[in-house]
């Protein structure tokens, strides 16, 4: 048999192997699966329904012949309810935001239990390794046929989820560097669903067990997004500016402002709320601490993508890693 033989029937063998696993896996977990599209395709439509009423809402505000910066008497109601109006809808994004931002937790939970921890509480696991499956495409096969479903609803969701925002226009927008928003747009929220199928693989084997498997991975996914979220204002440098005590504020429109105070006579730094709350009159207290100048630590608008490319490698390593760990504990309990 020539060589060009042997590599063509390895390859059959292989998509077959692959192939195999997956196909049985979508049919075990098919009204899941059909379950979380269908509301997918529920959140995506209630997203775009956000945007029309936003839309609306700004039609039926331009008819009445008012602006938000009138000072006519007559336009002080309209502006009032289109205001209200859009905070409303706004608040209704927030939560769609806050739902994309824990979606990667449902997902490392799902397949720490149901995918993986299942099979061996119930001992099919054996009986997936005889059907001419190895350990390592059984388990590629787990995270690659679910890796397509949940990154391309994600990246639907979030393209839904940006583009009704950008349809809100009111006195006070969401700004760009929200928790919520932050982490449901861009490139992080795919990142975080593979770090979420890693995890999920890695506790489901780990501990084998349905129930602690899921509380597992949901704590390990969750924690990962807390702590990002704790330390993302330190992931890209932030400008840093002084200005007069009574000088105009430097900080361009939609800037994200991480740190502001007093700088003293001597150099050094003051938070602002040394001279907030605490004491009665702040220009005695400001005279007190002989503060001379005002600091400015903040992210520009620009600083999004280097922001968001920052958390997405590090959410790329950390999926890397655990897949890595995954594969070597499968490794340990095939031998």
């Not at 196909?23 to 959140?43: D, K, M, N, S, Y």
């Amino acid at each position: 048999m020539s060589t060009s033989t042997l590599t063509t029937t390895a390859r059959t063998a292989t998509v077959g192997t692959l192939r195999g696993p997956s196909l049985v896996l979508l049919r075990i977990h098919r009204r899941t699966l059909w379950g979380v599209g269908a509301a997918a395709v529920a959140a995506v439509a209630c997203m775009i329904a956000v945007a029309l009423l936003a839309d609306r809402a700004v039609a039926d505000f331009a008819s009445t012949g008012c602006t938000l910066s009138s000072d006519t008497e007559a336009c002080f109601q309209p502006a009032r309810n289109h205001t209200d109006r859009m905070l409303e809808l706004s608040r209704l994004l927030t939560y769609a935001g806050l739902a994309l931002t824990t979606l990667p937790a449902v997902v490392a939970a799902f397949v720490a239990g149901p995918m993986i921890a299942r099979e061996w509480e119930t001992g099919s696991i054996r009986l997936s390794w005889t059907q001419s499956a190895s350990p390592a495409a059984w388990l590629t096969a787990r995270l690659a046929t679910l890796a397509v479903p949940v990154v391309g609803g994600i990246v639907v969701l979030s393209a839904a989820f940006s583009w009704s925002r950008s349809r809100l226009t009111y006195p006070f927008p969401a700004t760009w560097e929200d928790a919520t928003a932050f982490a449901a747009t861009g490139t992080v929220p795919v990142a975080g669903a593979l770090l979420a199928l890693a995890l999920g693989a890695l506790a489901g084997l780990l501990l084998r067990r349905t129930v602690l498997a899921m509380a597992a991975a949901l704590l390990a996914s969750g924690l990962v997004t807390v702590v990002l979220g704790a330390v993302r204002d330190h992931l890209w440098p932030t400008v840093k500016a002084t200005y007069p005590l009574e000088g105009k504020y430097p900080a361009p429109q939609w800037s994200h402002i991480v740190e502001q105070g007093f700088v003293t006579a001597k150099g050094e730094l003051l938070p602002i709320d040394t001279c907030l709350g605490a004491h009665p009159e702040f220009e005695e207290c400001l005279a007190r601490y002989d503060g001379v100048q005002n600091y400015l630590h903040y992210h520009p608008a620009s600083h999004f993508w280097p922001l968001q490319l920052v958390e997405t490698g590090i959410l790329l390593a950390l999926a890397a890693l655990a897949v890595f760990a995954a594969f070597r504990v499968l490794r340990r309990l095939h031998s």
